[in-house]
């Protein structure tokens, strides 16, 4: 009997999203705030295509992707083909470079651009939720007992 208790109780914890014990929810002004972090933070996509596993990936200028969103690094441009070789090495003359398409759908990204995975108000209220509660966590050094934490989380296909 206890153990089918238990089982219940851990199903019924993986199941729901919760946070600390209760369940997750936001304030409106919460609810703006992530919007406005949404806009800043998916850029504009040519292309758009969905994994078997649900994310979304955005095809983005090579030039506008969120690495080169760093203040020194402004008017930054990407180069696609090195002006210097290592000694001993040189362009390669035979036919055209092939990009990686591992694991991308209808033949990846165009030319120019590159795969980004679109960021969800369920992905930043995660993140937000990690943070706070990994903050209480500190690394244990050799003098002082300590415990280990582990993180399960489920998401329904």
Same mark, same amino acid.
């Given at each position: 009997?206890?153990?089918?208790?238990?089982?219940?109780?851990?199903?019924?914890?993986?199941?729901?999203?919760?946070?600390?014990?209760?369940?997750?929810?936001?304030?409106?002004?919460?609810?703006?705030?992530?919007?406005?972090?949404?806009?800043?933070?998916?850029?504009?996509?040519? $292309?758009?295509?969905?994994?078997?596993? @649900?994310?979304?990936?955005?095809? &983005?200028? *090579?030039?506008?992707?969120?690495?080169? #969103?760093?203040?020194?690094?402004?008017?930054?441009?990407?180069?696609?083909?090195?002006?210097?070789?290592?000694?001993?090495?040189?362009?390669?003359?035979?036919?055209?470079?092939?990009?990686? $398409?591992?694991?991308?759908?209808?033949? @990846?990204?165009?030319?120019?651009? &590159?795969? *980004?995975?679109?960021?969800?108000?369920? #992905?930043?209220?995660?993140?937000?939720?990690?943070?706070?509660?990994?903050?209480?966590?500190?690394?244990?050094?050799?003098?002082?007992?300590?415990?280990?934490?582990?993180?399960?989380?489920?998401?329904?296909?």
């Amino acid at each position: 009997m206890r153990v089918v208790v238990v089982l219940a109780l851990l199903f019924w914890g993986i199941s729901h999203e919760v946070e600390g014990g209760r369940a997750t929810s936001i304030s409106k002004e919460e609810d703006l705030e992530l919007e406005r972090e949404l806009r800043r933070l998916n850029k504009p996509a040519i $292309k758009s295509f969905q994994t078997e596993y @649900g994310d979304i990936f955005d095809c &983005v200028d *090579i030039n506008k992707q969120p690495a080169l #969103d760093h203040p020194l690094l402004e008017n930054h441009r990407v180069q696609k083909k090195p002006s210097v070789f290592p000694k001993g090495l040189g362009p390669k003359t035979s036919g055209k470079t092939q990009s990686s $398409k591992i694991g991308l759908p209808d033949g @990846g990204c165009p030319e120019g651009t &590159v795969p *980004i995975k679109r960021i969800t108000k369920r #992905d930043l209220i995660w993140m937000k939720s990690l943070k706070r509660n990994t903050t209480k966590f500190h690394p244990m050094d050799g003098n002082t007992l300590g415990y280990h934490v582990g993180h399960l989380f489920h998401q329904n296909p």
